[in-house]
């Protein structure tokens, strides 16, 4: 006979007036109080989520506006190297300070000037750019890279502008300075709001060039950059440079151009609000000169995008009232019972917590050794696990970080136990190289130790305090246990996700140590000027990077292999012929694992196809590495492999071997963090979620079992569902339904718990 827990009794005797009838009442008063809490803090909580969701809305925005600035700076920064390149072409200087077409040459230079502006056109290739002319004031010619003709012919017969404005064109032109400035040539193109970016080529160095170069801008390609995300047809984009002179005007088309004006005089205060009228604004200054932005949008259009729930959340609130009002009856009429089986649930989950928390403590020195592997060897392509780890490892914040690649050998004859040494040589690291931060190491063969030394930020010289402690270890190792004990050690490492760099190094450094070199910095080996630097781990890595889609380690792995054969080594031209060649193998062998999905990406691979057979270059095959990343990212798994990873638990089950081990080498993740994630996005662990699937398919076979063969089915049944033997299956069935299988087989049915 079970016996009822009474939890008031815990605290003081019931007295004669604390009768059965108070009970009730006073657990309906706290049931009450914690539902209106909850209540209130959900209604706290919707008004901050839809705050906080405005937010986000026009922070989005707002980077989307600085990115596509970004874009103009960069066009900007573009021309402007454009026109420069004319300052040091001394054909174009001699052509301009030509008098007339009378003097000798005048045609032939015209000519050779025309085809270096053609040859140069591809340099304004992806700019919102449509045509680039240069007006040469001397002799009243237009040149270009395709045109080359007298000024009014240009004007009447090439672009057939309105004559009536020819001088006001003329007068635009020789008004421009050597500043970058807009000017509005709506006027006589009859293109509205076009826009001309004119510079006088002779006032940008203190040189003698009487020409105008100017830039004529796509504003249809302007208002797919600013307005393709924004579905609202009356967005505006202004520009005015420092003196508050109108540089751009870009709208969509049902744009209201009347506000420009005002718009321009909120936009040259020294603080442009943050909104005007019905329209939220959104500003951005120029990085490249001192032209600043202004992204006009409706105010509505953050609540088009989030939508307005308001009254959804009224009408959700008073059912939840009455909703809790109905719970908290219910909660009083089952009294104290789930006080009690709450009270048992929670013995059990501590003590699963306990033992969890032992069998965690046993594999931690497995699980850190794992994760250290994979820092060094650089295949961790997700931030976030990233960070995950180096909070596991308690190397998180500012730290430097040194890499030793350790070799030991025994001075004795006889042959030692490897595994005994490893396990005297891993104390003593832990003894003499532990700093104020966790020291850690593994062993990758059986005289080879890798290890990784933290430091503070603050460190003067981590190098020579790590030779201290590392000398002394090898007197140690040396006097108590007949071991040399060898250590290359990489370079000082501030960012943990390059770590595999300081490894390389240390790796390399190793090979080159000996009796009187213990301790050998990479830094202090001499680089032999005929030897390539491209090993197969780092050939493997990059490989390996590019097919994850990592390109900040794209472009790190690229840096180090110039340095160190450019920088360290100035290999000659036959050997960097070598470099590339062996860099060029490696890309292909990414290219070709990319099986195309679309025509788009075809063609795609196409154009890096034919890039890979250009003049090999290091900005080529890092350009083309960064490019085949970005395919990668594209067929990339989902951020978040929880909906994955139950969908393959659904499907495998029944399978014995499934466990958390089998799991993680499905899905390329590590023990510890898929365990912590899942438990992170379902709320249960991975074992009881597991063990849930199974028993309750158990529970559906068993009441549609056949009453002919229920004895032959329930002998079977534990291994159709993955137990591994009958006696797992009944103590847990038991322990979730209150009875075994086959009390359950002969009773009524009963529902499976979720």
């Known amino acids: 006979m079970k016996r009822k827990l009474n939890i008031r009794s815990l605290f003081h005797p019931p007295t004669q007036e604390e009768t059965g009838d108070n009970l009730p009442a006073k ?15 959900g209604v706290s909580l919707y008004f901050s989520s839809t705050s906080n969701s405005r937010s986000d809305f026009w922070d989005q925005r707002l980077v989307n506006f600085q990115s596509n600035v970004s874009f103009l700076d960069h066009s900007l920064s573009t021309l402007d190297s454009y026109s420069r390149q004319l300052l040091i072409d001394s054909t174009f200087i001699r052509f301009s300070n030509m008098k007339s077409r009378d003097e000798s040459g005048f045609y032939f230079t015209a000519y050779t000037v025309k085809n270096v502006l053609t040859s ?6 992806n700019l919102p750019i449509t045509e680039s002319h240069i007006y040469l004031t001397n002799h009243d ?6 045109q080359f003709t007298e000024i009014d012919q240009f004007y009447r017969s090439y672009r057939k502008y309105r004559s009536d404005h020819y001088e006001d064109w003329l007068d635009m032109l020789v008004s421009a300075d050597g500043s970058e400035r807009n000017f509005d040539a709506s006027a006589f193109t009859g293109i509205p709001n076009q826009m001309w970016l004119v510079r006088n080529i002779d006032d940008i160095m203190m040189r003698k060039i009487p020409a105008i170069i100017w830039f004529e801008w796509d504003m249809n390609q302007l208002n797919q950059l600013f307005f393709s995300q924004d579905s ?9 440079n420092g003196e508050g002179a109108l540089q751009f005007l870009l709208g969509a088309k049902d744009a209201d151009y009347s506000l420009s004006d005002d718009l321009q005089k909120l936009l040259v205060q020294e603080n442009t609000p943050d909104s005007y009228r019905d329209f939220h604004l959104l500003t951005q200054q ?39 009002a109905w719970v908290v009856v219910l909660m009083v009429r089952q009294n104290m019972r789930p006080i009690v089986q709450l009270g ?4 059990i989950v501590q003590g699963d917590n306990a033992l969890l928390k032992e069998e965690m403590d046993v594999q931690r020195p497995f699980l850190s050794a794992s994760y250290l592997r994979r820092i060094l060897s650089g295949h961790i392509s997700s931030g976030q696990e990233f960070d995950y780890i180096m909070r596991y490892l308690h190397l998180d914040g500012d730290l430097k970080f040194l890499v030793l690649f350790a070799v030991s050998y025994s001075q004795s004859t006889q042959v030692d136990d490897s595994i005994a040494r490893n396990e005297i ?33 603050d460190s003067k010289d981590p190098l020579m305090e790590l030779q201290t402690r590392v000398m002394k270890l090898h007197d140690h190792l040396m006097s108590e246990e007949s071991l040399w004990f060898y250590t290359g050690v990489g370079t000082v490492c501030t960012e943990p996700f390059t770590l595999w760099e300081s490894y390389e190094q240390a790796r390399m450094a190793s090979r080159y140590t000996a009796k009187h070199h213990i301790y050998l910095p990479y830094e202090v080996i001499q680089k032999e000027e005929d030897n390539v630097y491209y090993p197969v781990e780092i050939s493997a890595k990059l490989q390996h990077f590019i097919a994850t889609g990592n390109s900040a380690q794209v472009t790190e792995m690229f840096t180090l292999i110039h340095h160190e054969n450019i920088e360290e080594r100035s290999l000659p031209i036959n050997m960097m012929n070598f470099l590339l060649s062996d860099i060029k193998n490696t890309i292909l062998r990414a290219r070709f694992s990319i099986a195309p999905k679309s025509k788009d990406e075809k063609m795609r691979l196409a154009q890096i196809d034919e890039r890979i057979n250009d003049v090999p270059t290091f900005p080529l095959y890092e350009s083309i590495a960064l490019s085949l990343c970005g395919f990668f990212v594209e067929s990339a798994e989902p951020s978040d492999p929880i909906p994955e990873i139950k969908d393959y638990l659904r499907d495998n089950f029944t399978d014995p071997s499934l466990c958390l081990t089998k799991l993680s080498d499905q899905f390329h993740i590590s023990e510890s963090y898929l365990s912590h994630m899942f438990k992170e996005r379902t709320g249960e662990n991975f074992s009881v979620y597991l063990e849930n699937l199974r028993l309750n398919e158990a529970v559906r076979r068993l009441q549609h079992m056949d009453k002919g063969a229920k004895d032959q089915g329930l002998s079977s049944l534990y291994l159709d569902l993955g137990y591994n033997n009958p006696t797992t299956f009944r103590r847990a069935f038991k322990k979730c339904f209150g009875m075994t299988p086959s009390e359950m087989r002969d009773s009524k049915p009963t529902n499976p718990r979720s």
């Open 27 to 41: 657990i309906a008063l706290y049931y009450s109080i914690i539902l209106l809490v909850c209540l209130l803090m």
């Open 120 to 125: 140069r056109l591809y340099s304004l290739s």
């Open 141 to 146: 010619y237009i040149i270009s890279g395709s």
């Open 232 to 240: 609202t047809p009356d967005a505006m984009v202004l520009a005015v």
């Open 286 to 324: 120029s990085t490249h000169n001192d032209w600043k932005y202004l992204l006009v949008l409706p105010q509505d259009l953050c609540a088009q995008a989030l939508g307005n729930y308001d009254l959804l959340f009224i009408f959700i609130i008073v059912l939840a009232i009455l909703g809790a």
């Open 344 to 347: 048992k649930q929670l013995q």
């Open 425 to 457: 040589i891993g104390e003593s690291i832990q003894h003499f190289l532990q700093t104020d931060y966790p020291v850690y190491h593994y062993n990758s063969l059986d005289h080879a130790c890798i290890i990784l030394v933290p430091f503070a930020a």
